[in-house]
């Protein structure tokens, strides 16, 4: 990836919300699919101990999909190339995800992995994720409050925006943090939908390219069932 070509733009953050309602519309009713098909995926796992081919290949897709609009979006700001409307991994975008298909998977781990085991996961991403940092203030009398809550995420993409916006550049160190969250939260939603019955590692793999990716791209295999998000180094600014 030519990182010349690929600057991110100063203010074009500022509209990508828009810019990111039909994928949007699509995800949703993608991910109304995702669900159903999870549901069926539990059922095929618990008799046959296999995950359906054709069904994990969607629900992959539907997670590479989101990773896309997410790293494009408010959830990295890490691209301003307009994520594609496909399933499949595009080789040549900055962004990809993959899941390597596991020949079969355990029956009892399947009816626990994805709210019992999952807990410890659940609870760290909340703070990620979740409304992670609370506000409120009172004013006028005691029945007047106002609140408002926002992720730690959230907030880390707030600041880089705004590094951008005055400076033209994605700070380094920012970058990778967030891009250690992004792989957090994807490998957990890859066990937590039944994928994998490898158990998420507690780390932030930051910046660069996940330990754990596709071996069609540069870097070491992963482990079977192991799910693995990557992305470029921050772009450059232009000169």
Known sequence: MDATEDAPSRALWLVKWLLLIPHVVVLLFLWLAFTVVGVVAFFAILITGRYPRALFDFNVGVLRWSWRVHYYGYGA???????????????????????????RLSRGLVLIKWWLLAIPHYLIISVFVGGGIWLATRAGDADSTWGASISLLSLLVCIAALVLLF??????????????????????????????????????????TDPGSHPAWP????????????????PVPAR
């Open 219 to 234: 870097t070491s295999p992963a482990p079977s069932g192991d799910p693995a998000a990557t992305a470029p180094p921050p």
């Open 77 to 103: 700001l890490g691209t301003d190339r307009y994520p594609p409307f496909t399933l499949a991994d595009v080789p040549d975008y900055p962004a990809h995800l993959d899941v390597e298909y596991p020949e």
């Open 167 to 208: 400076t033209g550049r994605y700070p380094r160190p920012l970058y990778d943090f967030i891009l250690g969250v992004d792989r957090w939260v994807l490998r957990v939603a890859a066990y937590t939908s039944l994928m994998t019955d490898r158990y998420p590692p507690f780390r932030l793999d930051q910046g660069g």
